[in-house]
């Protein structure tokens, strides 16, 4: 049983910066891959970023070069760096683990970007 708690969501400007935290309890969180997706009004959930129990890493072609994501299994957390926001990157934005077939979902943290 893994359970997932987002924070470190924000308003921010274009241009900006925000680091979201996805904290898990459960013994199992070091062998998850976890991944952030975000969802947009209207639009349906994607995947941002994905890191194994390995830390093999990947981006969707919108994140590369921006977004950064790194995990630290011995505090059981999983961090999602964001910089250079730009106005489509407003969403909500939910951590998912994925243990074999078991996947988790967070509740989710609402990141904007406004100027």
């Known amino acids: 049983q893994v359970q997932l708690v987002e924070s470190g969501g924000g308003l921010v400007q274009p241009g900006g910066s925000l680091r979201l935290s996805c904290a898990a309890s459960g013994r199992q969180f070091s062998i998850a891959k976890i991944g952030w997706y975000r969802q947009a009004p209207g639009k349906q959930r994607e995947l941002v970023a994905s890191?194994?129990?390995?830390?093999?890493?990947m981006y969707a072609d919108y994140v590369k070069g921006r977004f950064t994501i790194s995990r630290d299994n011995a505090k059981n957390t999983v961090s999602l760096q964001m910089n250079s926001l730009k106005l489509e990157d407003t969403a909500a934005y939910y951590c998912?683990?994925?243990?074999?077939?078991?996947?988790?979902w967070g509740q989710g943290t609402q990141g904007a970007v406004s100027s």
């Open positions: 890191i194994t129990s390995g830390g093999t890493t």
């Open positions: 998912k683990a994925r243990v074999a077939t078991v996947i988790y």
